[in-house]
C-alpha cells in the first residue's frame, strides 16, 4: 500500500462547527504533515508530527488543532473556523524525520466554510 | 526568512516544444525536491536534488541543481499533453520541512 488516504472528500461546515479531518498511511511513514493549500498557490505547512509527536507548529491559529492517535493516523479538529479557512487540506507522509524525504500526499480535503 | 522563487509563472506551449521553469533562492540550501500537481489533483514527488551540480534525468524530463546549490531547473523536452499541471520545487534549508516555491503553471496546446 502506497498511498495516502484523506476523509473526507469535500466538507462544507458553518462558522460554529467542529468538524474533524481524517489522513491515513500504511507505508510505516514515521513523518506526517498537514498542508494547507488556496487556489493557485503552493501547499503551506501546518504541522509536522515526527514519531508521533507534534515537531512543527507553523504558528497556525488554535481553531486548527492536530491529533496524531497513532503512527498510522493523523487528524485534524476544526472548531469556529472563518470562512478564509476555505481552501484544499493536504496531508503528507515522509518515509523518517531523520533528514529531508519524499513526501506523499493524500488527495486533499476540500473544505468550505460559509 | 527564506525566499524562493519561480519563473516563469505561467507557459503555455505547443505540443511538442520544450519547456523549462527555473527555482531561485534567497540561501543556500541542503537539497531541493521537485513536484508536479496536475489540475484538481495533490503533489506527486518528482525527484530530489543533493549534489552541487548535480543532474538527473527522467525520460524526457531533466532536473539540474546549482553550483552553488541556490538555484535549480526541470527542463521537458518535447512536452505532450501529459505533462500539463503545476511545477513546484520544494527547498529545504538543512530543517525537517520543504518550503514550497509559488509553482510554474504548464499549459500544453495538442
Known amino acids: 500500500d502506497t498511498e495516502v488516504t484523506q476523509t473526507p472528500k469535500h466538507l462544507v461546515m458553518g462558522m460554529t462547527n467542529k468538524k474533524s479531518l481524517k489522513c491515513e498511511q500504511h507505508m510505516g511513514h514515521r513523518a506526517m504533515y498537514w498542508y494547507k493549500q488556496k487556489a493557485k498557490k503552493p501547499p503551506e505547512l501546518m504541522f509536522v508530527y515526527s514519531y508521533e509527536k507534534l515537531s512543527i507548529n507553523e504558528s497556525v491559529p488554535s481553531r486548527f488543532s492536530p491529533e496524531c492517535p497513532n503512527s498510522s493516523l493523523l487528524n485534524l479538529h476544526l472548531h469556529a473556523l472563518q470562512p478564509e479557512d476555505s481552501a484544499l487540506y493536504l496531508c503528507?507522509?515522509?518515509?523518517?524525520?531523520?533528514?529531508?524525504?519524499?513526501?506523499?500526499f493524500g488527495p486533499g480535503t476540500r473544505l468550505t466554510v460559509l | 526568512g527564506q525566499q524562493v522563487m519561480q519563473i516563469p509563472q505561467y507557459q503555455h506551449v505547443q505540443e511538442g516544444e520544450d519547456f523549462t521553469t527555473y527555482c531561485n533562492s534567497s540561501?543556500?540550501?541542503?537539497?531541493i525536491q521537485w513536484y508536479k500537481q496536475r489540475p484538481g489533483g495533490h503533489p506527486v514527488f518528482l525527484i530530489q536534488l543533493v549534489k552541487s551540480g548535480e543532474v538527473k534525468k527522467q525520460k524526457r524530463l531533466t532536473f539540474q541543481f546549482g553550483e552553488a546549490k541556490k538555484n535549480s531547473s526541470l527542463h521537458i523536452t518535447a512536452t505532450q499533453t501529459t505533462d500539463v499541471g503545476t511545477y513546484f520545487c520544494a527547498v529545504n534549508n538543512y530543517g525537517q520541512n520543504f518550503v514550497f516555491g509559488p509553482g510554474t503553471r504548464l499549459s500544453v496546446l495538442p
Open positions: 503528507a507522509s515522509s518515509h523518517s524525520p531523520d533528514g529531508p524525504n519524499e513526501q506523499f
Open positions: 540561501t543556500t540550501l541542503s537539497n
